[in-house]
Antibody
Framework: QITLRESGPTLVKPTQTLTLTCTFS??????????VGWIRQPPGKALEWLGL???????RYSSSLKSRLTITKDTSKDQVVLTLTNVAPVDTATYYC???????????WGQGTMVTVSS | DIQLTQSPSSLAASVGDRVTITCRAS??????LHWYQQKPGRAPKLLIY???TLQTGVPSRFSGSGSGTDFTLTIRSLQPEDFASYFC????????FGQGTQVEIK
């Protein structure tokens, strides 16, 4: 059974760096074809794709966030880490990590973690 | 970047109705188009991937069709548990989501 869980701060000040960790089980991020993505959703708004990391360490980022966003993996800990620099109130959202299936969709999602950016 | 436009943004329907939601891409996404259902306070749930493949465990009243730029999600006979928001996602070029369609009770 695949599970994912996001963790990190609930409140971050403007201009600071946000670091979120996705801890997963039930699959290995060193297996061919596997990927983990990050998605966020501001309150009452649509989903926004942030980025994806693949088993071979290839990464894809949203063009609008590319300059501020980094996604890394620690295969030995079964974790994926999202780092977003210079945050602003517009980055307030629920952040989700999700498992990419072989059909290239996100078939299992974490429960999400709400992050508020405010001074 | 590929933009996805869903229509309608919201709709009101009754139990038993046939519901159709469309998703149009600003350029071709081949069949790299997926559909999700989301209920308030919950993470999205995958319904359909690769335009028309039903995710394991999803009721057969859900179906997807389309290729290229135009796609459709159909709910054959709306059930009480189907009142939710629905999002399309493309993974042809990086990825992006549509703005969502909220299905409400009439």
């Amino acid at each position: 059974q695949i599970t994912l869980r996001e963790s990190g701060p609930t409140l971050v000040k403007p201009t600071q760096t946000l670091t979120l960790t996705c801890t997963f089980s039930g699959f290995s991020l060193s297996s061919s074809g596997v990927g983990v993505g990050w998605i966020r959703q501001p309150p009452g708004k649509a989903l926004e794709w942030l980025g994806l990391i693949y088993w071979d360490d290839d990464k894809r980022y949203s063009s609008s966030l590319k300059s501020r966003l980094t996604i890394t993996k620690d295969t030995s800990k079964d974790q994926v880490v999202l780092t977003l620099t210079n945050v602003a109130p517009v980055d307030t959202a629920t952040y989700y990590c999700a498992h990419r299936n072989m059909g290239d969709a996100f078939d299992v999602w974490g429960q999400g973690t709400m992050v508020t950016v405010s001074s | 970047d590929i933009q996805l436009t869903q229509s309608p943004s919201s709709l009101a329907a009754s139990v038993g109705d046939r519901v159709t939601i469309t998703c149009r891409a600003s350029q071709t996404v081949s069949v790299y188009l997926h559909w999700y259902q989301q209920k308030p306070g919950r993470a999205p749930k995958l319904l359909i991937y690769a335009a028309s493949t039903l995710q394991t465990g999803v009721p057969s009243r859900f179906s997807g069709s389309g290729s290229g730029t135009d796609f459709t999600l159909t709910i054959r006979s709306l059930q009480p548990e189907d009142f939710a928001s629905y999002f399309c996602q493309q993974t042809y070029s990086a990825s992006s989501f549509g703005q969502g369609t909220q299905v409400e009770i009439k």
